[in-house]
């Protein structure tokens, strides 16, 4: 399988499209580190990635889920 490590830390709406899309092309699963640790509400930054990485969702999707928590 394909998994795609995260890298710096950047805008999380930006973390969650590239996800998408990255999951789109075929990536198996994503390796976060500070994107997620180093965030306010790291809760609620998994669930939008879970969203992205089992349920297909796309960024757009993954930020309101986010937004909820």
Partial sequence: PVLVRGG??????????KSAALMAQG??????????YQHSNP?????????IIHENADGAAAWELYQQE
């Fill in 8 to 17: 710096g830390r950047e805008d999380l709406r930006a973390v969650f499209d």
């Fill in 43 to 51: 809760r609620a930054v998994v669930r939008g990635l879970m969203a």
């Fill in 27 to 36: 990536a198996a699963g994503m390796v976060y580190g500070r994107n997620i």
